[in-house]
């Protein structure tokens, strides 16, 4: 009943910036929480940054806290991960993630979109 799309990703240099977006459709009042995960071939998924859909909680990965900003556009059914002093470490695929309401696992989940950080 939801549906994710991601958009944004690119090729940037070290240092530079970046944000994604993640765009939502179906029923956004069964939302409890979103979240951005990122992968790297032949790695496991790494959870990077959640936000409560209601009351805007934040979470963060060490890895990523200071450099990145998850925040929600509830009017217009999206996500966005502002991503600032891009590291080669940070390449991966970015994934936006829904976890519903009495849900203990991220269930619905787009189709990523690639951020590549040259050094």
Known sequence: Q??????????????DSLRLSCTI??????????????????KEREFVARITWNGGST????????RFTISRDNAKNTIYLQMDS???????????????IMRANYD??????????SS
């Open 2 to 15: 939801v549906q994710l799309v991601e958009s944004g990703g690119g090729l940037v240099q070290a240092g």
């Open 25 to 42: 459709s179906g029923h956004t009042f069964t939302i409890s929480t979103m979240g951005w995960f990122r992968q790297v071939p032949g």
């Open 59 to 66: 979470n963060y990965a060490e890895s990523v806290k200071g």
């Open 86 to 100: 891009l590291k080669s470490e940070d390449t991966a695929v970015y994934y936006c993630a829904v976890r519903r």
């Open 108 to 117: 619905y989940w787009g189709q990523g979109t690639q951020v590549t950080v």
